[in-house]
């Protein structure tokens, strides 16, 4: 990897502000060679009826942890995909 987890974050924070609106709920954790961890800090804002995080919430944390892999290993490029 080019970035490490914390300068992800940053990057992210910079150019993509509207995913955490205000707390930190996903965030790259980890990047390492051909892959990361990323987490979701779920809130009620998260959750569907009885509890459970929502299926949006987990397909945007799928889609921001292929977001945080690119960016880790391809560098600071805010449009790769």
């Known amino acids: 990897p080019v970035l490490t987890a914390a300068q992800v974050n940053v990057l992210m924070e910079t150019v993509y502000p509207q ?3 205000q707390a930190t709920f996903y ?3 980890e990047v390492f060679a051909g892959g990361c961890t990323v ?3 779920a809130d009620e804002r ?3 009826p009885g509890g ?3 299926g ?3 397909f945007t944390l799928a ?3 292929g977001y945080v892999c690119v ?3 391809a560098g600071p490029d805010a449009l790769s995909v």
Do not use: F, K, P, Y
Request: hydrophobic share 40%; net charge negative; no cysteine.
């Open 19 to 21: 995913l955490n609106d």
């Open 27 to 29: 965030e790259a954790i």
């Open 39 to 41: 987490r979701l800090n």
């Open 46 to 48: 998260h959750l569907r």
């Open 52 to 54: 459970t995080v929502s």
């Open 56 to 58: 949006s919430s987990l």
């Open 63 to 65: 889609d921001i942890g």
């Open 71 to 73: 960016l880790s290993h």
